[in-house]
């Protein structure tokens, strides 16, 4: 199992350009998550996907923002243009939703800079 | 308005002792609790749970404790160790079990002094 993975770790961008975070969820789950840490407001939840279907995207910021998710193995989270304001760690996460719920298994993060 | 509280931002705790991690909650709609911990350049993992109709579950070290009436779980380890130095988030759901509704507090940041 190789877990969650999220490309790339660091990103350092200017303020204006357009940012594109990646995410595998894990082989088999169902639900993909993007969460964003920072130290004012902790974990947030951006958007949530079921079998591909984003369910809920209350959580995302603004019309700068952006996800997607093309098939079960692959998703993205876009911030055109990105601010200052954006700079953060995002995060991806994963689980199996259904008769046995699987807890979120969470990708390392993706840190962006926004200067 | 921050529905899941973590009011302690850092814990020192020293190695062999109890550690005890607090979490409040004001929405009573939530009917699960989950414990993640963090190491740092990590994600987040997840560590125990607890359903609405239990008051303890107990995993090895650790142990989850919820007073639905206070509105308050707090988790227990012990004894504490060199690695159990991470930042604890608690989250709350309303669905469940299902990770759909997922409210994280701020995090603890807990440190094992040896």
């Known amino acids: 199992d190789a877990g969650v993975i999220q490309s790339p770790r660091h990103e350092v961008t200017e303020m204006g350009q357009e940012v594109t975070l990646r995410c595998k969820p894990i082989s088999g789950h169902n639900s993909l998550f993007w969460y964003r840490q920072t130290m004012m407001r902790g974990l947030e939840l951006l958007i949530y996907f079921n079998n591909n279907v984003p369910i809920d995207d209350s959580g995302m910021p603004e019309d700068r923002f952006s996800a997607k998710m093309p098939n079960a193995s692959f998703s993205t989270l876009k911030i055109q243009p990105s601010e200052p304001r954006d700079s953060a760690v995002y995060f991806c996460a994963s689980s199996k939703q259904g008769l046995n719920n699987s807890p979120l298994h969470f990708g390392n993060g993706t840190r962006l800079t926004v200067t | 308005d921050q529905q899941v509280k973590q009011n302690s931002p850092s814990l020192s705790v020293q190695e062999g002792r109890i550690s005890i991690l607090n979490c409040d909650y004001t929405?009573?709609?939530?009917?699960?609790f989950l414990w993640y911990k963090k190491y740092p350049a990590e994600g987040p993992t997840f560590l125990i749970s607890i359903s609405s109709i239990k008051d303890k579950n107990e995993d090895g070290r650790f142990t989850v404790f919820l007073n639905k009436s206070a509105k308050h779980l707090s988790l227990h380890i012990v004894p504490s160790q060199p690695g159990d130095s991470a930042v604890y988030f608690c989250?709350?759901?309303?669905?469940?079990?299902?990770?759909?509704?997922?409210?994280f507090g701020k995090g603890t940041h807990l440190i094992i002094q040896p």
């Open positions: 929405n009573s709609m939530f009917d699960y």
């Open positions: 989250a709350a759901s309303d669905s469940g079990g299902g990770a759909d509704g997922l409210t």
